[in-house]
């Protein structure tokens, strides 16, 4: 119990004004990360991502702008659908995957560059196929999708805090990685898709991580075997919560073969901001962006803040999907 509520320790002293970032982890997790997972290859959701997009965005061909692209799956379906897209990672175990991606399937595009990909100190996963291999989905879906106007696939390995991009996109998107950092930090990304990046009229897509399904499952642990999905390892996950900060903790931890003991020294832990999405709004004065909707497992959350809805979907969500518009 806290005795003295004014002697809780905040490390960031207002979080929706604070200047001070917290990103220090970010690029450690995400490349040790990248050692812990394998490429996933294709599946299923990375296909759902383009029909989210085509059916929010309109299926022309868009100029897409993918931050935090991970391995690049969801990118490279993107192109192959006959979009031009520019996939950005900074970490050095995942984007040079986008560009290995970028190779196999988008085959048109002249500013791809090849390079080597250096896995030898990786353990290969037992069921690992070649990397960028095609899997069939878990619903057993068709995987080739191919437009008449296939597109592009540019990977950079740039930390999109700093990056220059020269051009406007019709679409910014942000899948499964939003609120690492302080809500400045959020802010500041906000304001370079409203200003630098966005077209007037064009959408953000970002997946807002939603407090209240991490808040029930924290102090959960799970077990996770190797095969699941891409992991090289198998390994212990704990789920926590922070209800000071409104972060979700999220611990992984190898798990030795012979010893079935977790390593702790290569536990890898992320910290994410959840935002409800009356905190999206209060996050998102003076980025130059509006909510245009939301929604959760493609049905549409109310944006009216007379509705009340005590049994919403959004309980058992660990994320929902933001489209975000430039103000007028
Ligand atoms: C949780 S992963 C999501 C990856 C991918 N979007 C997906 O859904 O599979 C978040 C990704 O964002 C990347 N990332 C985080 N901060 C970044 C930054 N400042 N610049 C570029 N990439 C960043 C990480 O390297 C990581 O690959």
Redesign the pocket.
Known sequence: MVADPTQIHFPVKNSMNNTTPA?DW??PY?TTAGEYWGPAGIEDHHRERLAIMERLCGPSPLRVLE?????G??AAVMADAGHSVVA????PT?APRIEALAQKYTSTNPSIQPREIDDTSLKPLPSEGEVGEERTGRGGESSSRKSPHQGTLTALE????DVSLDREFDVVC????FG?GSDADQRRLLRRISSEWLKPGGSALIDIFSPYQWTLETGKELILGRNHESHRFKQRRRLNFDPLQGCFLDTWCPIDDETGLCDESRAITQKIRCYNPADLLLLLENTGLSLAHAEVNGVAISLDPQTTDSTHSIWQAWSYLAQLKPNA
């Open positions: 990103l970010v690029k995400y931050l935090g692209a991970g391995t799956e969801a950005v990672d900074f970490s995942r740039a930390d999109f805090y942000y899948w499964d990685g690492v």
